[in-house]
Each structure stands twice: as C-alpha cells, then as structure tokens.
C-alpha cells in the first residue's frame, strides 16, 4: 500500500467513526424529542434537518446572499428552498401575511431573482447508491413546505437512515 493510499485509508476510517458517532448522538437527540414532544413540546423539524444538513455536508443548505451584493434577503432565501421544493402550496401562500411580497395571487414567484436549478441529489457531495438515497429520504422527509408534512421526531427514529447499516 502506497503512502497515499493509507492516508486515504486511513482518512476514510475516520470519516466512518466520525459518522458513526455522530448518528449516534443524533439518535440521543431525536429520542429526547420524541420522548417530550408527548408533552406537548414543540420542535422545528426544519431546523433540524438544515442542522443535520450542515454538519453532515459541511456545508449550508441554504445562504440567503442576495445578488445585490447586500447580504443576506429574505427573497435570496426564499429562491434557494424554491430551487429544491418547487413553488410552495397555494394553499399555505393564502395563508401567510407576506406571500404578496414574494408571490402573485396564484402562486408565482414575482421577486426579481432567479430561482437556483439545484437538486438535493447535485448537492450532497459525499454519498452514492442505496447509502444517498436512504439519506436524501431521511432529509425530505424533514424538508417540507407545510409543517404538517413532515416527519415527527418519532417517525425519524425509525428512519431506515439512522437504522441500517451504511454499504
């Protein structure tokens, strides 16, 4: 084996613990969610699925920088979740009070900025085979518009995700 390969090897092996350890913790923490969320404590999925996206990506799903070159917008923002969901449930644009400002009254995206053509698929970085689809299910199913259709913190314990063994 050359030095490179076992640096490599090596490389992987750590990746694979740190993997390891971290769905664990994770587990702990999805557990106590579930365990309280009997007694009525609410917890925002989507917050914990931008959370698991970015430590396990490295990286932010979403950045919110507006091409003004102003920093950060809500309209940036919203582009990016448009450019992985598609355009949100009329239905839930009736509901909110600033969906004018962002969305004509039949649901089209009025905001002066490109929608990213992005993918969950284009954008994780680190998987393939069963082993990225299992956890592209396990991040969609967090990723919802509409709260009510994602996953609870319960149904996340089961996830094939955090229960098979990776190939």
Same mark, same amino acid.
């Given at each position: ?9 090596d490389q992987l092996k750590d990746y694979m613990l740190g993997v390891e350890c971290w769905s664990e913790g994770l587990r702990q923490i ?39 070159? +102003? ?49 969950? #698929? ?9 082993? +990225? ?12 518009? +509409?709260? #009510?259709?994602? +996953? ?16």
């Amino acid at each position: 084996m050359t030095n490179i390969e076992r640096r490599l090897t090596d490389q992987l092996k750590d990746y694979m613990l740190g993997v390891e350890c971290w769905s664990e913790g994770l587990r702990q923490i999805l557990e106590l969610v579930a365990e309280r969320a009997s007694i009525k404590i609410i917890v925002d999925i989507w917050n914990v699925d931008t959370m698991i996206w970015d430590l396990f990506e490295g990286k932010h799903m979403f950045y919110g920088n507006d091409p003004d070159g +102003k920093g950060y917008s809500t309209r940036a923002h919203f582009a990016e979740v448009i450019g992985f969901l598609g355009t949100p449930p009329l239905d839930m644009l009736q509901r909110r009070k600033r969906s004018n400002e962002f969305f004509t009254d039949d649901g089209q995206w009025k905001q002066d900025i490109e929608i990213p053509n992005q993918s969950l #698929e284009s954008s994780e970085r680190f998987l393939e085979g069963r082993n +990225k689809e299992i956890f592209l299910a396990f991040i969609r199913g967090m990723l919802q518009w +509409k709260p #009510e259709d994602r +996953k609870t913190a319960r149904e996340l314990l089961e996830d094939p995700w955090l229960n098979d063994r990776l190939e």
